[in-house]
């Protein structure tokens, strides 16, 4: 991964690639489409496959109060956009100078100029520059005049509607993580750091752990069967997640937490990253503990069988 702060310090490895720009967010498969094309083109011409973008999201700097939360976090945005077909991963540093630069001067200056890009790969949507003023359209006539390569690459459709990290998104809020992982090509992943809670699922025969500081877009109220990842373990375990409230206790602040199935030990202070596979049901408040266990045996149970536990597992 290359942070770009001074373009002039880009790494001699990365310079005279195919390359794409974008905002690569989620890296769902209409991205994953583009890095497979980027892929064959620079591989045909003995040159680096290179992924441009940016952070943090523009939108943040330009709509501070309306930015989105990102689908995923930057290291893992690399590790996926290499996974797709880039060699090389560049991240530049999103300021107002980068801002207000003119497409045309971005191109002339950056891409062609200080990076050595010899070809483009973008979707029929990609635009860039101050006011998005680089369109494909543009951005073909500028690489024919520069003798460079220019494709793009058609978007793609799921259930008739074409793929977007803003579908995406939308998918998430409203709890419908099949949807997502369907227009990811993954189950959507959260990572969070392991805090105290108040040791009530110990107390009920359900140890749960309770992530905090997590800083990508959480799925919608809900009980949720996930795959848990815990940070220096080998394996994944299956988990029942819950996100939300406790209005059983009373309890209105929003929490996420899980019960990792088959895991022993204490989690405090690790990291641990969730793979949502399937919602099982709301939230709600149960009329005493006992209604509550029950269900709570029964979203495990529901658990081991998305996940795919064999019984006695």
């Not at 489409?33 to 620079?42: D, G, K, V």
């Not at 949720?224 to 409230?245: D, F, K, S």
């Not at 029950?294 to 597992?313: C, F, K, M, N, S």
């Amino acid at each position: 991964m290359i942070e770009i702060e001074n373009p002039r310090e880009f790494p001699d490895r990365a310079r005279g690639a195919y390359a794409t720009i974008g905002n690569f967010d989620g890296v769902h498969l209409g991205h994953q489409r583009i890095l497979a094309r980027l892929r064959s083109l620079a591989d045909q011409a003995s040159a680096p496959a290179l992924a441009l973008t940016f952070r943090p999201h523009p939108a943040t700097l330009l709509r501070p109060l309306d930015a989105p939360l990102p689908l995923v976090w930057p290291e893992r945005e690399a590790l996926l956009l290499e996974q797709a077909g880039a060699t090389e991963v560049g991240f530049f540093k999103t300021g107002p100078w980068l801002l207000s630069m003119p497409a045309r001067v971005f191109f002339d200056d950056m891409v062609r100029g200080l990076l050595g890009v010899r070809g483009l790969v973008e979707g029929p949507n990609f635009a860039f520059g101050h006011d998005r003023e680089g369109d494909v359209v543009r951005l073909r006539t500028w690489c024919s005049e520069s003798g460079m390569a220019f494709e793009t690459v058609d978007a793609i459709r799921v259930g008739g509607e074409l793929v977007s990290s803003s579908r995406i998104r939308e998918s998430i809020r409203l709890g419908k993580v099949e949807d997502a992982a369907s227009l990811l090509g993954r189950p959507h992943r959260i990572r969070g750091i392991v805090g105290r809670g108040a040791g009530r699922g110990a107390g009920l025969g359900f140890p749960t752990i309770n992530l905090e500081s997590v800083d990508v877009l959480a799925p919608a109220d809900g009980v949720y069967a996930a795959q848990a990842i815990v940070e220096g373990e080998p394996r994944t375990w299956p988990a029942a997640c819950n996100l939300g409230p406790n209005p059983t206790f009373g309890e209105t602040a929003r929490k996420i937490e899980a019960h990792l199935i088959g895991f022993h030990g204490d989690l405090l202070g690790r990291c641990v990253e969730l793979d949502f596979l399937e919602r099982i049901r709301g939230t709600r408040k149960f009329p005493d503990f006992e209604a509550l266990v029950t269900q709570i045996a029964a979203d495990l149970e529901a658990t081991r069988v998305i996940a795919g536990l064999r019984p006695g597992e």
